[in-house]
């Protein structure tokens, strides 16, 4: 381990060459390893395992970026496993806002959801532990547990009042894509939940098992969906346009990239994509795809406005793992999105209709049967 600590020491300095600094500008890093095991009282219980990942947490930490993280080995299987869609916790997106842990959006028949919890919850405590100062993992691992476990939240929602959820963690399998063909409309209707590996290919699935012979429109519900992979995203906006730019990117390792269509072969009928403030990532870069390329129009309300790309960076021998921000995405005619969000083509401000109506939704039916006859927009 003592080697692993002197690697990173390494690489730490490769970086600050690079910055042009001083090739020693780490070395106290290494001084204070030292200290500690000639000086410190108790350095025979000291782990070099412990004392490096929190060299590395601290480093990652002072990046003040609540995207950046430091996974130690069993942070990062868990991680991983969430991409997968499966995973033990209440189900829910958050994020740091202003310092806050903020709820991006409960996943739809989670506990989280049936608990009460809003897009746009401040995340107090845990358990009776104020957040203030987490990272976004340290959250993350504390709100998610064994299965059948209770954790209680502190919440402040938007309105300003204060409230203590306590959710029974279940484990949480997200479908990433659910879909319905309404008959008498002859409208296609497709939610999706996540951006995960499987969704392009469920995406394609349903699609193609509407009856294209009398299908009038395409509802394509974004809402609440917190994101996911960037080529997921690509290849989910890729069935809706035929050829063009999906999104662009930008950061100091990479330079500007831009990522095309891989081609389209379902038909063009009208679409309408539903958006709210848990839109957010990916979900955002198909919603401002589609805005762009004029192929469809947003229906709701104000996205999230996360624009920032994570990579891994870094993977240590023991398993644990850096997720670094690298850069920013940019809608396909170059418009930001990180914290600006997309502005829907029907604004819909009403969070419910009457007798339990879906106002987003009515709205999208009634702008499709608007376009009935008309010819459809094409990039």
């Known amino acids: 381990m003592r080697r692993a600590f002197l690697l990173v020491l390494a690489a730490l300095s490769f970086i600050a060459l690079g910055a042009n ?6 070395s106290p890093l290494y001084d204070v390893y030292r200290l500690i095991h000639t000086y410190y009282y108790r350095a025979d219980q000291v782990e070099d395992q412990d004392l490096l990942h929190g060299a590395l947490r601290g480093v990652i930490g002072a990046l003040g970026d609540p995207y950046s993280t430091f996974f130690e080995p069993e942070e990062y299987s868990r991680w991983q496993e969430s991409l997968k869609g499966e995973y033990s916790g209440v189900g829910m997106e ?21 608990a009460g919890i809003k897009p746009g919850d401040w995340i107090q405590a845990v358990d009776g532990e104020s957040t203030e100062g987490w990272t976004l993992e340290e959250a993350s691992m504390r709100i998610r547990g064994p299965e059948g476990t209770p954790v209680t939240l502190t919440v402040q929602h938007p309105d300003g009042t204060v409230e203590d959820i306590t959710i029974v963690r279940a484990r949480i399998h997200v479908d990433p894509v659910r879909a319905e063909y309404l008959e008498d409309e002859h409208v296609g209707y497709v939610r999706l939940l996540r951006f995960d590996f499987d969704t392009p290919a469920e995406l394609g699935k349903v699609l193609y098992s509407f009856p294209l012979d009398e299908l009038q429109g395409v509802i394509l519900d974004l809402r609440y969906n917190p994101g996911g992979l960037l080529s997921a995203a690509v ?4 069935y809706f346009i035929d050829k063009g730019i999906i999104v662009r990117t930008s950061g100091p390792a990479f330079g500007s990239r831009t990522y095309s269509s891989r081609g389209n072969s379902f038909p063009n009928v009208p679409l309408a994509v539903l958006v709210n403030e848990g839109t957010a990532s990916a979900s ?8 762009d390329h004029k192929v469809g129009v947003l229906v709701g309300r104000k996205t999230f406005g996360k624009g920032l790309i994570q990579e891994f960076v870094m993977r240590l021998p023991d398993g644990s793992a850096i997720k670094l921000t690298t850069g920013e995405y940019f809608t396909p005619s170059g418009h930001p999105v990180q914290d600006v969000g997309l502005t829907p083509d029907i604004l819909v401000e009403a969070e419910e209709g009457t007798e339990g109506e879906d106002p987003e939704l009515a709205a999208a039916l009634e702008w499709i049967r608007s376009q009935v006859g008309e010819p459809v927009g094409a990039p």
Do not use: Y
């Open 21 to 26: 600094q001083s090739a020693d500008l780490f």
């Open 94 to 114: 958050i994020t740091i806002r202003d310092g806050k842990v903020t709820v991006v959006s409960p996943l739809p028949g989670t506990p989280a959801e049936a």
């Open 235 to 238: 290849d989910v906006a890729s």
């Open 284 to 291: 955002e870069i198909v919603a401002g795809a589609i805005q």
